[in-house]
């Protein structure tokens, strides 16, 4: 099987844990990845609410550290271009793409959005739960949108093409990034509330939104967006979430942003060696192998393929 995932927190737990990339206790380890080919997987740099300032962005320089000292003399190559992405298609390769969790790695400085570009970031997500320099994640209460800061992001990461990524954002930073945004944006990591009624979660106007603005949402594995009883939820319950997500025209819309590493997974799940076996279920439910195929590579990759960074080569496999 093929697959594109467009969100873990591998790296950070990585580097925060001291650990490597090739650890067989973690849900993602690289010597994992026998059997699924191509495999592209986006690691975050996750920045906790609690980083702020220098703070946010050593986090961000010691976890690119990391996954180059990780790949450098390895068969994993970085992927920053179109190019690359097709390299690792064509050839049955493993790829990475670096993103990054949470505004606050730019330090409140508009000129860091160049420095995420300078190290390959390709998409960021404007917050995570609590509020940043740019804005209210959806864990803020009487959360307000984006801030004026936030609002100088927006243009600056389509400058540089750097997808914007609203997992985690609050429905009014949502929105205003909509209106905002001149580009398709993303959805790393989040279900339907129509399925599981989670803060996390995307409504059905907001899936819209994202589809016909072209951008990408990626299913989520956390349990407890799932389904209503939370630690109950099953494999299937993915499905559940990706049909309702069809029954909206998201064909070419949903993928995988399984979050694995950053959350409880389902209790039939085991982690990256249990995406075949989901594989395998779309397939009996009588989805067609190109939907599948779309849902778990395709779409992905065509979404990063557009946003294609001009002008910038990275030597595969060293950066």
Not at 22 to 44: E, T
Not at 141 to 160: H, K, M, Q, Y
Not at 223 to 243: C, H, P, Q, S, W
Request: overall charge negative; hydrophobic content about 35%.
């Amino acid at each position: 099987m093929m697959l594109f995932d467009l969100h873990c927190d591998t790296l950070y737990r990585a580097y925060t844990e001291n650990s490597t990339l090739f650890n067989d206790s973690f849900h993602i380890s690289l010597n994992k990845s026998q059997g699924i080919v191509p495999y592209i997987q986006c690691f975050a740099v996750w920045i906790p609410d609690e980083y702020r300032g220098e703070a946010a962005v050593k986090l961000f320089h010691g976890c690119v550290k990391k996954i180059e000292e990780q790949l450098s003399g390895t068969d994993v190559y970085r992927c920053v271009t179109a190019e690359d992405i097709e390299y690792v298609r064509k050839n049955n390769k493993t790829g990475t793409v670096l993103t990054v969790e949470g505004g606050a790695v730019l330090s409140g400085k508009l000129e860091n959005v160049k420095m995420l570009k300078e190290n390959g970031v390709r998409m960021m997500t404007l917050t995570w739960n609590g509020r940043n320099e740019l804005g209210d994640g959806v864990g803020v209460e009487n959360a307000g949108g984006l801030t004026d800061f936030g609002r100088s992001v927006i243009p600056e990461l389509e400058r540089n093409d750097i997808i914007i990524d609203i997992s985690h954002a609050s429905e009014k930073l949502f929105y205003e990034t909509a209106a905002l945004a001149r580009r398709p944006f993303a959805a790393s990591h989040s279900d339907s509330k129509a399925v599981c009624p989670h803060r996390r979660n995307l409504t059905d106007e907001q899936f819209r939104i994202i589809q016909q603005k072209g951008g990408i949402v990626g299913l989520n594995f956390c349990r407890d967006f799932l389904n209503k009883t939370e630690t109950n939820a099953e494999m299937y319950d993915i499905i559940k979430n990706a049909e309702h997500f069809l029954s909206l025209g998201g064909e070419k819309t949903i993928a995988i942003g399984g979050d694995l590493d950053g959350a409880d997974i389902p209790k039939d799940m085991k982690g990256l060696e249990s995406l075949p076996e989901l594989y395998e279920m779309f397939l009996h439910h009588n989805y067609s192998e190109e939907l599948v195929r779309d849902i778990f590579f395709n779409n992905a990759a065509g979404f990063f393929s557009r946003y294609d960074i001009s002008g910038q080569q990275y030597e595969r496999g060293k950066k």
